[in-house]
């Protein structure tokens, strides 16, 4: 899940512990996990579909609104008018405090020889599998040395469809 940047302190902190959502269908899962920031990561404690009509200034609030009114404002913002009756995903969450995992993977990533050999032969062999003429290799070169990049911008290097190119990768 995203979240304005301004509001991830107030996750951390605890003072947010539920979200609201207008999604045709969940997208998230109860009991999952999703980084926050590289520090910490929010669990998903419950999603459920609730009227935007009985969405409380209390909820709101714990959504980090000031009120009932600047949440269903801002849903309209990011979904045109509310119409009546409309149900919308309450997502109730928590922050977990955890090290990021591929942080700590890639500070001990040693490969032996005979590892990188493997992993060579992997990609070979998953390039030759492919139907779209990816080299996959070529990806992960690219990624590497453009780190912190989103990927819009590294699919513009190589000409491709943004939704195309997070696949491959």
């Not at 998903?44 to 909820?59: K, P």
């Not at 009932?68 to 405090?97: I, S």
Request: proline letters at 6%.
């Amino acid at each position: 899940m995203l979240f304005p940047a301004e509001i991830v302190p107030a996750i951390e902190r605890g003072a947010v512990t539920v979200a609201f959502r207008r999604w045709s269908r969940p997208r998230a899962r109860a009991g999952s996990m999703h980084r926050l920031t590289p520090g910490s990561a929010i669990q998903i404690v419950s999603v459920d579909r609730v009227g935007a009509g009985a969405v409380t200034s209390a909820d709101a609030r714990r959504a980090g609104y000031a009120g009932r009114a600047a949440l269903l404002e801002d849903m309209q913002r990011h979904g045109g008018p509310l119409a009546r009756g409309e149900l919308v995903y309450r997502v109730e969450l928590r922050c977990v405090r955890q090290r990021d995992p591929r942080a700590v993977l890639a500070a001990h990533a040693t490969l032996g020889d005979e590892e990188r050999h493997a992993l060579r032969q992997r990609l070979h062999a998953m390039t030759e599998r492919n139907t779209r003429g990816v080299s996959f290799e070529e990806l992960l070169r690219l990624v590497a040395a453009h780190p912190r990049v989103p990927a819009s911008r590294l699919a513009a290097k190589v000409r491709r469809p943004v939704p195309a190119f997070k696949a491959d990768v």
